[in-house]
């Protein structure tokens, strides 16, 4: 089995900062793309950040280019993003996201973790 676990989310004052973090753990083979996505009330998950492995590509959402940056370390199963200049509109559920795959002869499947809120608030 594989599970991915964030941590580090919580309440900060707009313009504060936060990082995240996701460790995936489990039957894993190899680990490609990692990423955060995000998901506020009664609206549709969204993409925020990803990254491919040994970072070599990223991409983000223009809401949060220039704020938030995403990177992983790949000996640890763990992908991070910090984010910085924290706004009101960025309040939401973030989950992680990994395309894994669990034997040398299988595929890549995507596995999501259980969320993490974060609020931003004054």
């Known amino acids: 089995q594989v599970q991915l676990v964030e941590s580090g989310g919580g309440l900060v004052q707009p313009g504060g900062s936060l990082r995240l973090s996701c460790v995936a753990s489990?039957?894993?083979?190899?680990?490609?793309?990692m990423g955060w996505y995000r998901q506020a009330p009664g609206k549709q998950r969204e993409l925020v950040a990803s990254i491919t492995s040994s970072g070599g590509s990223t991409n983000s959402a223009d809401s949060v280019k220039g704020r938030f940056t995403i990177s992983r370390d790949d000996a640890a199963n763990t992908v991070y993003l910090q984010m910085n200049s924290l706004k009101p509109e960025d309040t939401a559920v973030y989950y992680c996201n990994a395309e894994i795959k669990i034997v040398s002869w299988g595929e890549f499947r995507n596995y999501w973790g259980q969320g993490t809120q974060v609020t931003v608030s004054s």
């Open positions: 489990g039957s894993i083979f190899s680990i490609y793309a």
